[in-house]
């Protein structure tokens, strides 16, 4: 028996996966996005796709380019192009002819999916209290510097920017 109580937390190699940060991070990623989603899928149907590029482009006061929502959310373009599409069809999203490039177009929310976006963000900002809840402004100040911080290592080991 290992201290945390059964005989798969060793492993010969020191490795303990209850402890492993990449997965503790995907685990956590899980449980925040299923306590997210279980406001927006009620509400609107949405997948959690949807919901990331809807805040990002309800949070921008201009048009975005698809790439600039993909470079923000760290997702794969082909998510974000069937995320805009899903949305685009249901109204929620508008395309127009980028003037400064005439190849692309800016995203940017239509009248419904501003109305979506001012209606869930309160929501989910409730769900994010709930899930602070304990938590010290401090302590949640230093997770969020934390966090930052091991992003900007990341990004120098990748020689990408982080949003």
Do not use: C
Not at 48 to 77: T, Y
């Amino acid at each position: 028996m290992t201290e945390h109580g059964n005989e798969t937390d060793f492993t010969p190699n020191g490795f303990q996966l209850e402890t492993f940060f990449p997965y503790l991070v995907r685990v956590f990623y899980s449980d925040v996005t299923r306590a997210l989603a279980d406001v927006y899928q009620r509400d609107y149907g949405m997948a959690p796709a949807e919901w990331r590029v809807m805040a990002i482009l309800g949070s921008s006061v201009e048009g975005l380019q698809a790439s600039e929502i993909v470079h923000r959310s760290s997702m794969d373009k082909v998510v974000v192009s069937r995320a805009v599409k899903r949305m685009e069809d249901r109204g929620f999203l508008t395309r127009q002819s980028n003037e400064a490039d005439g190849r692309s177009y800016l995203l940017s929310l239509s009248k419904s999916g501003r109305s979506a976006f001012q209606d869930l963000a309160p929501k989910l900002l409730a769900v994010e209290q709930k899930m602070l809840g304990g938590l010290a402004p401090q302590e949640i100040e230093a997770m969020l510097d934390i966090m930052t911080r091991i992003r900007a290592n990341l990004d120098a080991e990748t020689g990408e920017t982080g949003a």
